[in-house]
């Protein structure tokens, strides 16, 4: 029995479930599953700890990967964000200097409101 609980220190503790009598292995890499956060259904795959973070890291990566989208530095313009008044220092257009500009916390928060 191994006791690594002290490495995270801190993080609160989840309910496992001990499945390392099922001979479990990860879809993604093939290591051994001990634990589980939740009673594996039997009918998909599950996968380890690490590559599940990567899958929740990484949900566009599907050899596809989108290119950024282009940015405008516009620090040089000194703009403000028109709800909360924070420097903007680059935008996803040309500012056409004739309507408020939001930050991009803001911007999104329109988007989610609507
Ligand atoms: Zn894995
Ligand atoms: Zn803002």
Do not use: H, W
């Not at 993080?11 to 990860?26: E, H, I």
């Not at 989208?69 to 935008?91: F, H, P």
């Amino acid at each position: 029995m191994t006791l690594d609980s002290n490495m995270g220190g801190g993080s609160p503790s989840r309910q496992m479930y001990d499945v390392s009598a099922l001979g479990l292995k990860c879809a993604g890499c093939g290591a051994v599953i001990n634990q589980l956060p939740f009673q594996p259904s039997g009918d998909r795959p599950i996968y380890c700890r690490e590559c599940n973070s990567n899958r929740n890291k990484g949900n566009t990566f599907t050899g596809n990967p989108r290119p950024p989208r282009q940015m405008y530095d516009v620090s040089a313009m000194d703009l403000k964000c028109g709800t909360c008044n924070t420097d903007i220092l680059e935008l996803p257009f040309q500012p056409s200097g004739d309507r408020p500009v939001y930050c991009r916390d803001c911007n999104s928060n329109r988007t989610k409101k609507f």
